[in-house]
């Protein structure tokens, strides 16, 4: 894939849907097969064992044909009967809380500034103070703003208030590590078009033993979204509903030159940390670059140190310079970025470094945006 006539890979560094290789969008084109048989099987088994790796988990990995708000809501729907705490720090978090609401619950909501990660021992005292809660809804890397927030410390939080702790991991898992198992996170999703560096339309998600435990007895799970069905299909090595397979064709062949599939997983491409420490370098180089032109062009990491996604840099402009002017001018020099979204929409634009991009292929990115900031005027006055 390319963008504005630039050739070959690497010139899509939207925070999402992210650049995807001409090997992995080949794969798409293998020829159907019925989802019921053997020879699906198979596919979706060797899907599940690489997915297993990207989440660090023992547990099946959900395989859902719908993007990643189709399993939030099975999250909440599925989830204890009860309040829903909602922390929000940006466009994606409230999103959460509105799809709570959405499903009938009732939703209470702790505020984070925007451009911040949770502080879990504000979520602690707000836990301890009142009412129980049943769940609590966060996201780990709030892609409005770029803030990543310590979730193993929120779902402890949560834990030790009895709450499950549903994570939205949409522009973080693959890229930030993340232990689910080991952390003891209730449910963790992602989409396919983030930091796994797929086509969009797939989500995906590990629940805990204690969360399925939960969701067996949960009034209107639904039928679409019941992860109880999910879960026994899984068993099956089968989706409940008719899978998108040109899609699971994609997933398996990235996943073969990433995590692996079959065989020995060390032998894979870019086993998961790895993966994270690419990531965790690309972000490095981007901030390091903002760093450096700040001076020049007034330009600024919105979310503060310690508290940075790997994935996506959300890049403050000063007072009187566009952001669609900004991202046009990259545009035109081969490149794409995203926009100001949510609270930043006049006042940021954003970087996405994730999924398969490069160093080098980073370095032509921020030199396309430093001309732009010039040619649009940053700083000057």
Partial sequence: MSSAGAPGFGTFFLPGPTEVRPEVLAAM????????????????????AGLR??????RPVFISSSSATGLMEAAVR????????????????????EIARACGRDVDVLEVPFGRGADPGDLARRLAAGPRYAAVTVAHSETSS????????????????????????VTALGAAPLETDASGLDFVLTG????????????????SADYMADARHAAGRGRYFDVVEFEAFAHKRQTP?????????????????????????????????????????????????????????????????????????AVTLPAGVEPARVVAAVRT????????????????FRVGHMGDHTADGLAGCLAACEAALAEVGAGRG
């Fill in 78 to 97: 599925c989830a204890p009967a009860g309040r829903v705490l909602s922390v929000v720090n940006g466009a994606f978090s409230d999103r959460f809380a």
């Fill in 192 to 207: 396919s078009q983030k930091a796994l560096a797929l086509p969009p339309g797939l989500a995906f998600a590990a629940a």
């Fill in 241 to 313: 509903n008719t899978p998108a397979l040109p899609l699971l064709y994609a997933l398996e062949a990235q996943l073969a030159r990433t995590v692996g599939v079959d065989g020995d997983p060390e032998a894979a491409s870019e086993p998961a940390p790895a993966r994270w420490a690419r990531h965790a370098a690309l972000a490095a180089q981007t901030h390091a670059w903002v760093d450096e032109h700040a001076g020049r062009f007034g330009v600024g990491v919105l979310a503060p140190a310690g508290e940075r996604s790997p994935t996506v840099t």
């Fill in 146 to 169: 770029g803030a990543l927030t310590d979730v193993v410390a929120v779902g402890e939080a949560a834990r030790a208030a009895g709450a499950r702790c549903l994570v939205d991991s």
């Fill in 53 to 58: 790796r990207v989440f660090r988990t023992a």
């Fill in 29 to 48: 084109t293998r020829p159907m097969i019925p989802h019921r048989g053997a020879e699906f099987e198979a596919l979706y088994a060797r899907c599940d």
């Fill in 333 to 348: 020099r081969g490149y794409v970025v995203g926009g100001g979204y949510g609270a930043g929409k006049g006042t940021t």
